[in-house]
């Protein structure tokens, strides 16, 4: 019994999603693209940075995520900045409604790849940080680095 290895090129990454956001949960969705926007997807094209996702009668909405035109499909490109429909579960998409009204939070991309020639994104339930947490943060990030640097230089003598 061999398992299939999942391929997986990641395509864009929201860095700046764990430095802003405490992420609570994770979800894979898919993504309703036309066939140009596709083409600039796999050609790496894209900026989910800005982006966010709305829940609007029942379904998931990506917005403020820029995928550039496809430069050989003139006519049939869209609007960049266009919204468009992520494919979820309705129990996910129901789920994800209640945690967003019951507890102010909010449900950001993480990062867009393409998984067997299909463009994935990963979601995420998240809560903002406030400015006292994300100096936490940088001070843990510091502490880490300076006992990794410590370690190295103790290795070597």
Same mark, same amino acid.
């Given at each position: 019994?061999?398992?299939?290895?999942?391929?997986?090129?990641?395509?864009?990454?929201?860095?700046?999603?764990?430095?802003?956001?405490?992420?609570?949960?994770?979800?894979?969705?898919?993504?309703?693209?036309?066939?140009?926007?596709?083409k600039?997807v796999?050609?790496?094209?894209v900026?989910?940075?800005d982006?966010?996702?709305?829940? +609007?009668?029942e379904?998931?909405?990506? &917005?403020?995520?820029h995928?550039?035109? =496809? #430069? $050989?499909?003139?006519?049939?490109? *869209?609007?960049?900045?266009?919204?468009?429909?992520?494919?979820?579960?309705?129990?996910?998409?129901?789920?994800?409604?209640?945690?967003?009204?019951?507890?102010?939070?909010?449900?950001?991309?993480?990062?867009?790849?393409?998984?067997?020639? +299909?463009?994935?994104?990963?979601?995420? &339930?998240?809560?903002?940080?406030?400015? =006292? #947490? $994300?100096?936490?943060?940088?001070? *843990?990030?510091?502490?880490?680095?300076?006992?990794?640097?410590?370690?190295?230089?103790h290795?070597?003598?």
């Amino acid at each position: 019994m061999s398992q299939s290895v999942r391929s997986i090129k990641i395509v864009s990454d929201n860095r700046k999603a764990s430095f802003l956001y405490e992420i609570l949960e994770k979800y894979e969705a898919g993504i309703a693209l036309f066939g140009p926007e596709i083409k600039s997807v796999k050609t790496g094209k894209v900026n989910i940075s800005d982006g966010y996702i709305i829940i +609007k009668n029942e379904e998931a909405l990506l &917005l403020n995520v820029h995928i550039s035109p =496809y #430069d $050989k499909a003139n006519r049939e490109n *869209k609007d960049p900045l266009r919204t468009r429909a992520l494919l979820l579960h309705k129990h996910e998409i129901l789920r994800l409604l209640g945690k967003v009204k019951e507890k102010n939070l909010t449900i950001i991309p993480l990062k867009m790849y393409l998984t067997h020639g +299909k463009a994935k994104i990963e979601i995420a &339930l998240a809560k903002g940080k406030k400015l =006292y #947490d $994300k100096r936490e943060d940088l001070k *843990k990030k510091d502490q880490t680095r300076e006992m990794e640097k410590a370690i190295k230089n103790h290795n070597r003598r």
